[in-house]
């Protein structure tokens, strides 16, 4: 055991090629949890059961979907870009895997830890755009680019005042590295406490949820508008990994939000945050936020596109702007 | 019943034959009998004293198609019901140029009977499809047809209807 | 239906999108062809249809007896009143007397019927602007109303309840019971639809001035039912041409202001209250006696008649013409969806798409009715 541990740690690419292997896993363990979580949430939201038939209060249905997904027929429309449409979700899914690898699941439980793991994460995010645009240009579909075009339009405008609530952040801690952001929070003095980061906090959740095509920000899929946006006419596992690719990304965004601003693995009250305790605590806070966006998915109507504009370009990304500005003027004194 | 008196004088003035009729019986409060010349006229009328269009239909009968339109009034009870026969040709001015509803009412009409409206700027199949243009499902067979007279409320006539009973000439041509 | 369309697009900033048969927001097999410049609707043309049975010719190939089925088959959602149209018309050619109890059901039955649709329709809309518990929490209390309906009447949706002289069956003490308290259910029930819904900052700038409809308009295309007294015109054919019992009851038309899509949403959720009112009242009052006068078959007279009844949407009429046999000469169908939609291209020519969804929604537009 202490032999295979140290090889691990001898060769960081065997440690890298295991991390890929387990994240991918997770990345589709996350889909399943979360897509067995939202139905019945949603269901208790909605006084229905939600799935009730597989399994105890119907836990295997998410599986049973899976599975069925992998059986159907993968349609390409006559008219579509063979080669892209198949391109697009992968495209998706990828960028995915690659973020859970930077991300600190506890101090010592992590894919890899960069010095610039942010910028790598963000960086990395705004692939999911690119495919979107992908999947809704080569559907050769015109409800497919309306989703495509809108998801590109909305992505542009939330990526600013996700970046500016962020920086607030890096300021505060003065570097780029998720694991110091998370040292630096150690106690209970989480960010989300400063009123000047917990206002960056807000609008990092209202412009994460419309980054991650979230309803009331679900423009890109507005269902009674576009009939499913940009994967209309996916079929199968293309569609399915567009789906395990949105509960990744919403798990991405609850987990940046809670080791910005939460504390990442550290536990409340200074309560111990060992290797397994530490993922205990982050997990427990990422599912909180995704319940969170669940909640909200299933209350609120959808916003109209003009209006989800006139959010970002003239409330979020100016409020972040001035919050930036007090955040670095009040770094400057202390 | 300012409202009806007024239709009422609006309507003699304009020339038109209107009449007054039982509306417990017959469900509408006045009656009007157009020419075919007069229909784009009455309706403008019709829309100058505040009436909406409720529907525009048309019966099959001999000589040609009768061409049935309803009005009633948003304000007071006030439903009007006018008639007027499509020339020989089964040609009837459009209206929907005044009361843009009655557009897809003549549309269906002429799917359902061929009423020509002239006039009409887009007379494409709206119900049926394209394939049925020419079907005209609801002309009569010819030993259905009935002279318009037949359809006509007699005037001061039974409201009763006449119970079935097979008269004895039937019965024993049955047998 | 026709599968051309009139639009000639050679402007190369424009584009057709085709909007249906199946498309979510058309609530059925309503096809929209619209000629789009980006996201602006440009050019609106409805293509209808594909739900046509013919009923008018139906209503021509039989005895009148026989297209009672069929009246219930064209609203689904709220085929009461096109039942009590149907018989009601029938007995003012025939001069048929109803017992009053008869009357009395009637009302009870179509205005529950009322609700029932206006719940479906409020839970459609806002799932049409992409909230999707509404509808859940109207089904809830939509199933209360089929629930009793269905022991009386045997059906759920496509009521074949009335008969000319009456109705098929007398209501029980059971159904009494259950009407009064599915009543007072409901009334702690609607400030919970107005809180999750009408209050919703989202939704209020989803529908205000939205798809404005102007009284001309409305008097221009025929529009009726909520979808004009959204515009403020207190126009019913409850109270203008009172049928039935309905001028023995109490209850106000709510309107709106502006005519658009909130003045009509809401208009429908403060009708609910009303008919909660007259189902009261006829409770309170329903008279004893038969339900059914003798049925007797009997030739239409010579002549022309019409009957118009309030629906969940509005104004239908029926115009009937006799020619002395069993068998209806003529039967027009006036549907009030049919001419609510009508106005759908002068009301949201110019549009963004998810405006365009939003008005639509707001007209409650049942197809098969439309299509007949």
Redesign the interface.
Known sequence: MQQIIDLIQTYSLLRMLIAFLVLIGIVFLNAIVMGYLERKIAARIQRRWGPMEIGVQGWLQMILDGVKMLAKQLIVPRDADRFLFRLAPLLCFTPVVMIFAALPFSKALYGINLHIGLIYIIAMASINVFAILIAGWSSNNKYSMFGAMRSVAQNIAYEIPILLSLLSVVLTTASFDLQKIVEAQSGWLWFAVYPNLFVAFVIYLIAGCAETNRAPFDLPEAESELTAGFHTEYSGFGFGLFAVAEYGNLFIMASIASIMFLGGWNGPFGLASGPLMGAFWFLSKVFVLMLVMIWVRWTYPRVRFDQLMNLAWKYLIPFSLVNLLITAFLVKMI | MSLMKNTLDILKSGSFDVAESDY?????HLEVKLTESQVRDFAQAM?DC??????V?A??VTPCFQV?Y?F?H????C?I?AKAMANAQGEIPTICD????A??HERETHD?YGVVFTGHA?L???????EDADLK??LKHADKL?NVE?????SG????????KKTKEEQTAAE | ????T?FETTDKHRFLLNMGPQHPATHGVLRVILEMDGEYAMGIDPV??YG?R?Q??MA?SRTWPGFYPNTGRMDYVGAMPFNHGYVA?IE????IEVPERAEYIRVITSEMNRIASHLLGIGAYVLDLGAFTPILYAFDDREDILDALEDITGSRLTYCYYRVGGVLKDIDDTFIKRTRAFIENFRKRIPMYNDLVTGNVIFIKRTEGVGIIT?DM???????GPT?RGSG?A?DIRK??PYSVYSHFDFDIPTGKNGDSLDRYYVRICELEQSLRIIEQALDKLPDGPVLAKP?????????????VETARG?L?Y?L????S?VP??L?I?VPS??NL??LE?MCTGMLIADLVSAMGSLDLVIPEI??
């Open positions: 417990k019986k017959c469900g509408y829309l505040g009436f909406y269009i409720d529907f239909s019966v099959h049935v309803q009633a948003f304000d007071e009870a439903r019901n005044i009361y843009h509803g557009n897809w359902f887009d494409r199949t709206l119900l049926l499809s394209e499902p609801l009935v037949t359809i006509t409320r007699k006539g039974d409201a009763e209807m006449k119970p079935v | 239906m026709s599968t051309m009139k209808l249809g046509h013919m008018e010719k021509e018309l003012r050619m025939a001069g009284a409305a008097r221009r295309y025929g529009a009726t004009l015109i126009y203008s041409e007797k078959r009997a030739k239409l007279q010579e002549g022309d008649c019409s009957f118009s104004v009429t115009y013409v006799g020619d002395g069993e000469y003529k027009k006036r049919y001419s009508s106005l002068e299509d007949r």
